[in-house]
């Protein structure tokens, strides 16, 4: 591959993100600082700002947007995946529990976010769910192991009970249909099973693959 001076050097990456204090507002006056484990891996062009926890390799694809300036705090457990152009946004003062804290966005472990969903919150997010491609969480608490196809919307202040499977398309806004809900069929369980698997991979390789040592800039050296 050429690089920009047309020399067949190798590949020339740009491996820049943004991570960085919330700014002080009315909503949200305290500035805080993302915590990110040294294992998981930000890819380039990711965006995190404010009081956000990402806990043991977890990796974040490219244009992910993780944005804790009005909700606040986020938390991202570990062995998780947000995939490409995934977005996390919070509302000022709204919060669900875990473990006695309160939380805008709770993403739990083994959780994997696929390519342009949305999580918005308040909302919880307990282990090994799946939340498919341009899916939307809000206002909504999911039970572990639960399955959110592709196109569907959880919202309303609905809880889904574990293993819940959600149709693609459906819109999930009353209790009365989150109850009704089947549990996860046995092939979308081991394709969430597998895509948790494959992208657990990802931070250490990316992390080879970019090398491990930058400099302040966020450039690989």
């Given at each position: ?12 990456n ?14 949200n ?18 965006f ?6 990402i ?78 491609f ?88």
């Open positions: 591959m050429w690089n920009y001076q047309g020399y067949q050097n190798g590949p020339l740009l491996y820049s993100y943004y991570v960085g204090y919330n700014p002080p507002t009315s909503v006056p305290f500035p805080r600082f993302p915590s990110i484990h040294s294992s998981a891996f930000l890819s380039p062009f990711t995190v700002v404010g009081d956000v926890t806990q043991e390799n977890t990796y974040v694809g490219p244009f992910v947007s993780i944005r804790a300036d009005e909700g606040t705090p986020f938390y991202i457990g570990r062995n998780s995946n947000l995939q490409d152009g995934v977005i996390l946004h919070g509302i000022k003062n709204k919060y669900f529990e875990k473990d006695n804290k309160k939380y805008s966005i709770y993403i739990g472990n083994h959780v994997s976010c696929a390519h342009g969903a949305l999580v918005h919150g308040p909302c919880r997010v307990d282990d090994e769910v799946f939340i498919g341009k899916a939307i969480v809000y206002n909504a608490i999911i039970g572990g192991g639960c399955f959110i196809s592709s196109g569907a919307a959880v919202t309303n202040g609905v809880v889904l009970k574990p293993n819940s499977f959600v149709p693609p398309g459906a819109n999930v806004d009353t209790q009365e249909k989150a109850n009704v809900l089947a549990t996860v069929p046995g092939t979308e369980e081991e394709f969430a099973k597998e895509v948790q698997r494959v992208n657990s991979e990802f931070p250490s390789a990316y992390s080879l693959y970019f090398g491990k040592n930058k400099c302040s800039c966020g450039l690989a050296c």
